[in-house]
């Protein structure tokens, strides 16, 4: 039964989005009281273990093939993570999730630019839509510059790199290759980083520590799973229902009902996103 599930990426991506939802509930609940390269010192060493020890029973070896690109991808996704954490300090679970996940509308841009993939009127259409879902998100004012909204929406760039250098890598690695050596760079950067501003962690700060790191690894692991088993275009749009938990998270642990404005912005870009997807065949 459990393997026939494994094998199921239609049940392996909406519980990703669930795992990946308690990570960054976790992350929130620590708050800016704890130095965020401790946070991400707990969340990919967590991950380096576990993933090591399934490519030693996978027989997956370590050398890499193509280390440059794996560098890159392992980078781009540190960076990716930083800005998620960041902003999951001042903003909401669902607006953090939304503008996370905005890397299909950079994808497509991104491909325009280094690829010369130009992109249709109907394409087009939905990225200046996305963009306007995000201007009512962030509500930008002359007097008023949202930066945590800003530095979320980065985190869904970096997102973006991540993904196209997935693509490119996978031609040359396995999926937990890439994953190892994503995990094990943050690992080694947030390693001194974390020991300079050490926090001795306290009751439940050890359990929300442990739990970024365990559900972000399951998380990690059912993704990259479901999306090696389905076309992006099928499985992709199963993701964004981690908004949906991100959202009912806020409401449980926080109080926080979304205003109409976070609504009518989240659902123009889940929309525009999922389109992006399905039209430009993401990787």
């Known amino acids: 039964m459990l393997k026939k599930l494994y094998n199921n990426g239609y049940f392996l991506i909406p519980f990703a989005a669930i795992f990946y939802t308690s990570m960054s509930t ?28 399934l490519m030693l029973l996978n027989n997956v070896p370590f050398k890499a ?3 440059p690109l794996l560098l890159a991808r392992s980078i781009s996704g540190l960076f ?23 890397f299909p509308i950079f994808v497509a841009v991104l491909s325009y630019i280094f690829f010369d993939d130009k992109p249709s009127k109907a394409l087009t259409i939905y990225i200046f839509l996305a963009l306007v879902g995000i201007g009512i998100i962030l509500k930008p004012q002359f007097n008023f510059f949202n930066y945590a909204g800003f530095i979320a929406l980065m985190a869904g760039f970096f997102s973006a790199l991540v ?38 962690p306290q009751g439940m700060e050890w359990f929300h520590l442990l739990n970024s790191g365990v559900c972000g690894s399951i998380g990690q692991i059912f993704m990259t799973r479901g999306y ?21 998270s806020d409401m449980i ?4 009902i979304p205003n109409l404005w976070s609504l009518a912005g989240s659902l123009i870009i889940v ?13």
């Open 26 to 53: 976790s992350v929130k609940f620590l708050g800016d009281q704890f130095p965020l390269p401790e946070i991400i010192f707990f969340r990919t060493f967590t991950s380096v273990v576990i993933i090591a020890i």
């Open 65 to 67: 093939q193509n280390l």
């Open 80 to 102: 990716g993570m930083i800005g998620g954490f960041y902003a999951l300090r001042t903003l909401s679970l669902g607006d953090t999730a939304v503008l996370t996940n905005t």
């Open 163 to 200: 993904v196209i250098a997935i693509h490119q890598s996978s031609k040359t690695e396995p999926a937990l290759r890439i994953a190892f050596y994503f995990m094990l760079t943050c690992t080694l950067i947030a390693t001194p980083l974390s020991a300079l501003h050490w926090k001795q």
């Open 228 to 248: 090696g088993l389905h076309k992006s275009t099928k499985i992709a749009p199963l993701s964004y229902i981690g908004i949906i938990f991100s959202f009912i």
């Open 253 to 256: 642990f926080w109080n926080a």
């Open 271 to 283: 929309f525009c996103c999922i389109k992006i997807v399905q039209m430009e065949k993401l990787p």
